[in-house]
Structure formats: C-alpha cells, structure tokens
C-alpha cells in the first residue's frame, strides 16, 4: 500500500501531455527497441553548406580506440562495442554522443572513422539510437561535418534517417532539458538538410520551452547549476548558426539572445570567486563547460550577460569580504520534473577566501543504487534531519513523491529566514534564519510541533579542510563554529563526490539538537 501511495504522490504532478506521451510509446512499443535505420527512405538526402564560428573545444576523452567518460576508461580491440554497457547507461550514452569529434586532438580522419564505424554498426544499435542520444550526436556531427568542410553522402543519409527517428519520438514524456535538446539538435538538423519540418518542429519546442524553462531570474527550472551550464551552451551554439547562416531570417534569434543574456547573468552570479560552481542538485564537475569557458564564448557570440536578482530559483548568494555564501531557500524544482533535485531544503554551501569549506556533497552515480539515494537524501545536504525522515521523498533514481514547499520567506539586508512543510507527516516544521555579519555567520534552527523531535544538523566539510572538536567549539581551518542548545556534537565521514564515479571521503559535523539550534560561524 505504501509503495501505491509514494507512486501517487510521483505522478499526480504530470502534466497531461506526460501521461499522453507515456501511454502514446508504451503502446507504439518502439521507444525502447527502434528499427534499424532504413536507408532506403533517405536515400540521396542532400545537405547544405553551413557556417560556424569556433566553439568550446571538449575535453580529451578519445585516443587510439580508448575511451575515458565519468572517469572509467574502456580500451577497444579492433571495431567499438557502441552497445558496451558494463559501466552503466550513462557511459555508453557519453560514448555515442560523439562529443570527442570536438576534442583539440582529433583528426578529421579518426573522426570519420568512428563516425563510419558507428554506421556500419547501425542494424545492432541499442540505446544510441533513444532520442536524447540522437539529439547530441546530432549537433556534434553537424559542427565536425560543417568545421572540417566534410561532404559524405553515406553520414548524410544515416543522419537524416536519425533525425526522423528523433522527430517521431520526441521527449514530451520526459519535458525539461531532454525535450529542449531535442529541440536544439532539431535546429541544427533543420539548417544542415533546409529541412522544412525540422526547422518547424524545433521552433515550436525552442519558442515554448525557453519561455518556460528559463526562469525569471536567469536561472534554468531544473536548478542544477551544471545543467544551467549546459542549457546555455546550447543557446550559443544556436546563436553561433542562426547568426552566421542566412537560411532562414533571425525570427528565433532575439529569443535565444534574450534568455542566454538572462542565463549568463545568473551564472555570473552563481559561480564562485575561484570560478567553481556549486555542486547543487545534479550538479558534479567535468560534465559540462566551464563558467570561464561559457563566459569567453559568450563574448564571441556578442552577448552581454544581464544581471537580475536571485529570485525564483530560490537560490541566494551573500558575498562579504572574506567569504561567499550560497544557500537554498526555495522549492526543489518544477513538480513534474523534478528527476536532478535533491531532498535539499535549507542547504547551503560556504567559501572562505575563495576555497571551498562547507560543500554539498555532490554527484558520483545517475545508477539506481544506495549512492545515488544516498546522494539525493536530506543527510546529504548541510540542513536538518529531523526523527531520521527525509523532508522529500526522493527515490527510484530520478523520483520525487511528497516533497517540502517553502511555506515562508522574509528576506532583509543581511538575513533571510524561511519554514518549510516537508516534515509536516510527522507534526513538524522546520525554520532556519541566516544572519550575515562581516566576519560572522549565525544559523539559527527552529523546530516546531507538538511533540519533542531528535533533530540532527549536517555540515560537510571539503575534503581539503583540516577540522578539530573542542567542548562546544569546531574548527574548520582558520574558521570557528560554536554552537548552542545543542545535546551532543560529532565528527563523522561521508563520501564526497566532486565528480563521476569519484568519491573522497571527509568529515561531516554532526550536531544533535531538540527544538532550538544556533551556530554561529566566526572567521
């Protein structure tokens, strides 16, 4: 009963086009197990000479038949298993979206080779052929074809087929950012072939799907700063082939500048002094491009960031002399995606001249396993447990049932204090206040019900942080944490995760309280 109840809770914020979709592939049975491309049908499709400017330059992750993604390494012997699955969905995916064709070392040879090989492997191609991995391979092969001035009948024809199979099988099931990129490749795929029904279809998804999924504040819905990074990439690549192909007129090119201006501003505002980013929600490093690389791109493609306040997105960003603090005071994303939030509420990360020291504990697995729930939980986060429940109940990899609503915010010049619901089912809410000084940060948490709760306060530590306890006082290198109303305070391990199959372990403050918990955070 209890499992019906938790699928209830997940699915009663679909939107009816998630359910229709659902139902729509389920029944067509072809979402999982796609037919081989019919070349027959494409024959002779003819493409079209295309400009573009340079873009970011992928990291290394191709040399001799070795492939490296999310830190794992396979060494192929001979022809490439474009199906190799030993290491997860997520690293064969990584293999067939073709992203090392834009890598600095690669050569227009090798590049047609894989590309040909992948081919010759079409009539056995599993999860390569799923819409979303059509989707990147899709922008990648175009910018390598139209960059090294390449014209291949035998690419053109198994990419057009590919386009037709993403055309008919497009991500309204999913929405947020697989639906975007499909739009994205769409574009590209429409500017390549002057493809009518492409170019209509990808700007029907652009014009809704920016609209929606780019908040007022800059910020992209799903608040993951890493995929916010990728989103924006995206744009300026598109901004890169509608400005410098005159195809169609620019009727799209004014929306996309308006929301990557909108988006760089955030950015700016979100990545660290040190130019790292929070690793909130979905978020690890070596995925997307860098803020540094995005900002340098932007300036390429004349954009101008456009600074708006953090608002929607429920982030807040308090800079002082000394130290920067990011924390999380709203929502845990759009209800019917949520897949990349995390049981988050009130967490909150801290740099200390420019070096991290209180971290979220990051990302290493999109697998469904105990780490990716582990990941995702409350305990994960630098906010409070209370009576050993989660405030939202994420699980399943990618699902979030009952999940905490910010029921009040009062924000002033230096505090922001705000209540959410998420432990109501079990008579509880939970308050925290957050004053900033210049050399001082107060965290004040308040429990209120109707019973007495055991309450358990997290704070995790970066691994390169040096932390020692004495009586009611931590030291996190050259910063002071002294705490009050506590019942007991400890010095446990996690396992950060700053990357991809990637964990360091670390200390993580404990700090057991009732109703009432103040720290203060002295530098």
Request: with cysteine; aromatic share 14%.
């Amino acid at each position: 009963m209890n499992r019906y109840i938790r699928l209830y809770h997940t699915i009663k914020y679909l939107q009816p086009i998630q359910f229709y979709y659902r139902f729509f592939y389920f029944f067509k049975m072809n979402f999982r197990k796609y037919a081989a491309i019919d070349y027959k049908k494409v024959k002779g499709s003819k493409s079209f000479t295309i400009k573009l400017e340079s873009s970011i330059k992928h990291y290394t992750c191709y040399q001799n038949n070795e492939f490296t993604f999310l830190n794992r390494t396979k060494a192929f012997r001979g022809t490439i298993d474009w199906n190799f699955s030993e290491y997860g969905r997520l690293w064969t995916y990584n293999l067939t979206y073709f992203d090392f064709l834009h890598q600095k070392s690669i050569t227009k040879k090798e590049g047609l080779i894989l590309m040909h090989d992948f081919i010759d492997q079409s009539a056995t191609l599993n999860d390569a052929l799923e819409p979303f991995p059509i989707s990147l391979r899709g922008i990648n092969w175009v910018k390598f074809l139209a960059n090294q001035n390449i014209i291949d009948s035998r690419i053109n024809d198994s990419l057009f087929a590919q386009y037709h199979i993403l055309l008919e099988n497009l991500e309204y099931h999913l929405l947020g950012n697989h639906l975007l990129e499909n739009g994205f490749s769409l574009l590209f795929g429409a500017y390549y072939f002057q493809d009518e029904r492409f170019y209509t279809t990808a700007k029907k998804i652009l014009s809704a799907e920016l609209k929606e999924q780019i908040l007022s504040d800059g910020a992209h819905f799903e608040l993951s700063p890493m995929y916010h990074q990728t989103m924006l990439f995206r744009i300026l690549d598109c901004i890169n082939l509608v400005k410098n192909n005159s195809w169609k007129t620019d009727e799209l090119l004014a929306l996309l500048e308006s929301k990557a201006s909108v988006m760089l501003g955030w950015l700016e505002t979100i990545t660290y002094a040190n130019g790292s980013i929070p690793l909130l929600n979905d978020s690890t490093n070596g995925i997307a491009p860098t803020s540094h690389d995005l900002f340098a791109y932007a300036l390429l493609q004349g954009i101008y960031s456009t600074k708006l306040p953090l608002q929607v997105s429920g982030y807040r960003k308090i800079v002082k002399d000394h130290y920067e603090c990011i924390i999380d005071v709203g929502n845990i994303g759009p209800d019917y995606i949520p897949g990349h939030a995390h049981s988050d509420t009130f967490n909150f990360e801290l740099h200390i001249d420019e070096k991290a020291i209180i971290v979220d504990t990051g990302l290493s697995t999109y697998e469904t396993n105990i780490q990716r729930t582990s990941e995702r939980s409350t305990a994960a986060h630098n906010t409070v447990v209370i009576d050993r429940k989660e405030q939202s109940e994420v699980w399943g990899g990618f699902r979030v049932a009952k999940r905490a609503k910010v029921i009040r915010l009062i924000e002033n010049h230096d505090s922001i204090e705000a209540t959410h619901d998420g432990y109501l089912k079990i008579g509880a809410l939970h308050t925290r206040k957050f004053s900033f000084d210049t050399h001082k940060i107060t965290i004040e948490d308040m429990i209120k019900g109707k019973k007495l709760h055991q309450c358990i306060a997290y704070l995790h530590c970066h691994p390169d942080v040096t932390v020692t306890i004495n009586d009611n006082a931590i030291q996190i290198n050259n910063a002071k944490l002294t705490c009050f109303n506590h019942n007991s305070l400890a010095l446990n391990t996690y396992n950060y995760a700053p990357e991809f199959n990637t964990l360091i372990p670390s200390t993580v403050i404990e700090i057991m309280f009732n109703e009432t918990l103040k720290m203060e955070i002295s530098l």
